[in-house]
């Protein structure tokens, strides 16, 4: 196997300049985000440089309980993400807490099948598989699940006068949102569908790329993509079919009221 | 024993509201804009949680799932609201069941006569059902919403300003479909109004509401 070439600090330089340069053109223009740019990129160097040294010592020990503790946090940032991407979101524990259970469901129960079923690590929880494997369908599933309440809430707010006639004429809650719920899982699924879609003629995605340039045979770098993107769609999809059904149910009560009120106004 | 009844019902902004309404009654209510009609009609149609107790015949309605309170206590808002594209598509499937029957000849509503009849006294042609919704102008949207609201066979009606859109004609006819339902139904009705004219044609009581008391 030959080894990657190695990236020297002033390669890395030279591709910040780009995002320095962004950023100085987004002042140019305006656009009042070139602060949030150079942070989120700082943040990038930080978090890649430390999770680095975290890896290295997580895959020399193989410990369970380290790798559990790896996973919790990971878990708990991707909710805490799903909850930040939302526009309206519900007021109290039930954003965190619904975004958190859709990530469970979409990235950490899949991980946990993957493994045990699909690839037959030893041990199961092997972490050079299980961390970048949780990671990957965190980061994607995150999208389609954020994307999907959002696009729940948001109708349901625009659409208040058609949920409550519907309910005055005596429709169920269910029967009342129906429509607006099936139109934000089908929002939600287009990003994963088109990434399946464009895979290997527009996109060579970054798992496989990352093996390929690591020196692995292209035909054994697709067939990991392959079984990757098939658990992104399954993750996606039922974590999304949870938290869209869970939010959907908080914003009726027990007498099918549409309580609007148990949304954040904006940020 | 009157029909409907609240007893200490405290909307979001005022109350407590104790009245009754009876068999066959119409009662109007009027008052300054803002002072809580709209919301006093939510809370009977439990759209908003409120204070108090509703009953209807006698039966409480927290006794009751809410999607039958609502069928049985209709609320026709002021603006009225359409979702699909088709006009008839938004029949609740017992109604088009209704409807379509009718089309067989089988069916007929109990209460409201025939379907087509009604549909000509608001001033439609059969062929409304198949309009696209766009097309619709704010006074037709306002009278079919008012059809589609009695396809439900509500006890109790409570409209709020179900003519304001309408031209003189177009709220003549209105009210007599609102009369003539009521006098083969005996269905008890709340008419929000800011017609003086309009209260002294329809109704046999008249609220008046002054910053929500």
Redesign the interface.
Known sequence: MNSIIELSPFDLSLAALLVVALAWVSRKLQLKIGGRLLLSAVRTVIQLSLIGFVLKALFESTEAGWVALMALVMILAAGREVRARQKHRLRGPWSFGIGLSAMFISSFAVTVLALAVMIHAEPWYAPRYAIPLLGMLLGNTMNGVSLAVNQLTQNVRSQRAVIETRLALGQTKSEAIDDIRRESIRTGLIPIINAMAAAGLVSLPGMMTGQILAGNLPADAAKYQILIMFLIAGGTGFGMLVAVWMTSHRLFDDRDRLRLERLTISD | MGRLITEGLRTICGGPFSFSVEHGECVAISGPSGCGKTLLLRAL?????AEGRVRLNGEDRAEM????W??RV????A?????FDRVGDHF?KSQRSKVEGRRSGEQKLPMLGDVASTLGKLGFGEDVLEWRVERLSTGEKQRL?LF??LL?EPEVLLLDEPTAALDRTHIHLAEEVIASYLKTTAASVLWVSHDPDQIARVADRHLQLWEGA
């Not at chain 2, 799932?65 to 039958?68: D, E, G, K, T, V």
């Not at chain 2, 209709?74 to 808002?77: E, H, I, N, V």
């Open positions: 149609a439990d759209l908003d949680p799932p809410a999607p039958l609502r069928r209709g609320w026709l808002p603006e009225s609201a359409w979702w609740l919403a589609r609201l439900n």
